[in-house]
């Protein structure tokens, strides 16, 4: 099978190659085009996944292109990992909303729709290209902000595109960890959408642990969630919410932490990776050696402002794995091989929360087999999460439109309706801070 990785420059990259590596069945990936608009990235990315590969018998064959059409042509599946705009892009995003007193975080909030009015033109345009040339393909979703840009997609690919994400499948994991549970033999009851979801059942052998978890103040207060969150916010909400929503819960703590942060994180990761594509290309450089040590570093000082406003001190080194390589490969076999499983994903709703449309994107546990990705029913969100759920789930459809229209009203109408955007002159102010440093939003006239 041909698998093309669309950001095949992107620093995560060689995640998803290691997981390929492990994987010796039938009807496997064989061959790996990676595709960047920055030949030099590839090739860094390219030493360091040709170091991977050594002494692997029958590794995954690894091509690299800057032309999109020569990637995606005769593909099985197309992983999606695009940064439109690069990391000074994201910066840039967090820059603009703290200079308004907002947050700029790269999914939640203003920065979340700066950089999906960048990426859904991009994301659209690929997602016609796939109809086009590999109408057969499954399109696997990284892409941030990941549900919106999934549903984007999804109105050109249907349910042949899938959006994925590794923050529910964490939580879930850490959740079983606590209470003693293998993850694998754990049912994991949540919903939402993307960055914006609850656990609120965990079911080992058919019985729900998630009452005994929240009924024990130390095991509730001994994971990341718990000491993000607080104990006592966790038990009044009857579930454990994604971490993300520390950024709604705590909007101000979190705001005022990254103004006084020495550099946000996308300036952070910005200098963080030119430093390593610098490293990787120098002569003799042991390339996975120096990515490695990045990763780590990388993966220690994640929401770390969050953190530390909550007190919670460092992260876990069980939580510093990732995740996202794993749920991509268990959703590609399940697909190709018609090995059936479940996992937490993005795709249409087709009725699955009854507040939202059928076409509307969101996270769910799904059954997946040779025919996608089905949604599993749920119950009703309570009063609280609905609320929250639809009126985010109208920002990102004020951001389609505005996308589609090319409409600067509209743009300013989807900043004015987040909950996070407190006042409708800050969200003229975030439009023209955004257009006038990002030439990926000259399109909004």
């Not at 492990?22 to 595709?35: C, M, Q, S």
């Not at 308004?100 to 659209?124: F, H, S, W």
């Not at 994925?164 to 293998?182: N, T, W």
């Not at 109408?413 to 002159?425: M, R, Y």
Request: net charge negative; aromatic share 6%; glycine share 10%.
């Amino acid at each position: 099978m041909k698998l093309t990785i669309l950001g095949g420059g992107g620093f995560r990259v060689p995640l998803v190659y290691g997981a390929l590596l492990t994987d010796r069945a039938e009807g496997r990936v064989t061959e790996v085009v990676l595709h960047d608009l920055d030949a030099g990235r590839l090739s860094a990315v390219g030493r360091v996944l040709a170091e991977q590969a050594a002494g692997v018998p029958d590794a995954p064959t690894v091509t690299a292109t800057t032309d999109l059409d020569e990637a995606l042509r005769g593909a099985d599946f197309v992983f999606s990992a695009i940064r439109v705009g690069g990391l000074e892009g994201r910066a840039a995003d967090e820059r603009v909303a703290l200079d308004e007193g907002v947050l700029g975080q790269e999914t939640v909030g203003a920065g979340g729709i700066a950089y999906g009015l960048r990426t859904v033109p991009v994301a659209v345009d690929i997602a016609r290209r796939v109809a086009r040339l590999a109408p057969d393909a499954w399109v696997i979703n990284f892409t941030n902000p990941a549900g919106l840009v999934t549903e984007a997609m999804s109105r050109h690919l249907g349910h042949r595109v899938i959006g994925i994400c590794d923050s529910p499948v964490g939580l879930g994991r850490r959740i079983a960890r606590v209470l003693g549970a293998d993850p694998n033999e754990a049912w994991i009851d949540y919903v939402g959408l993307n960055h914006l979801g609850w656990v609120r059942g965990l079911r080992i052998a058919g019985r729900d642990e998630l009452p005994r978890l929240l009924a024990d103040p130390d095991l509730l207060g001994s994971f990341e969630e718990g000491k993000l969150f607080g104990v006592d916010w966790l038990r009044s909400l009857g579930a454990i919410p994604n971490e993300y929503l520390h950024y709604y819960y705590f909007n101000r703590e979190a705001v005022r932490a990254y103004q006084q942060a020495e550099k946000t994180r996308g300036a952070f990761l910005a200098d963080q990776q030119a430093r390593f594509y610098d490293e990787v290309g120098a002569p003799g450089a042991r390339a996975l050696e120096v990515w490695d040590r990045t990763r780590a570093e990388r993966e220690a000082t994640y929401m770390s402002e969050n953190r530390e406003t909550a007190g919670a001190g460092e992260r876990d080194a069980d939580d510093l794995s990732g995740g996202y390589e794993k749920v991509a490969l268990a959703l590609m076999r399940a697909i190709a091989r018609d090995e059936r499983t479940t996992l937490i994903l993005n795709v249409r709703n087709q009725g699955t929360l009854s507040v939202l449309d059928r076409d509307a994107v969101i996270e769910v546990p799904c059954l997946v087999d040779a025919n996608g990705a089905h949604p599993v029913s749920v119950a009703p969100l309570p009063d609280h999460a609905t609320g929250l759920v639809c009126s985010v789930k109208a920002v990102e459809r004020e951001v389609l439109a505005a996308a589609e229209s090319a409409s600067r009203t509209t743009a300013v109408k989807a900043f004015a309706l987040h909950p996070l955007v407190d006042s409708v002159n800050v969200a003229r102010r975030l439009v023209e801070g955004y257009t006038s440093v990002h030439p990926g939003l000259a399109y909004l006239k």
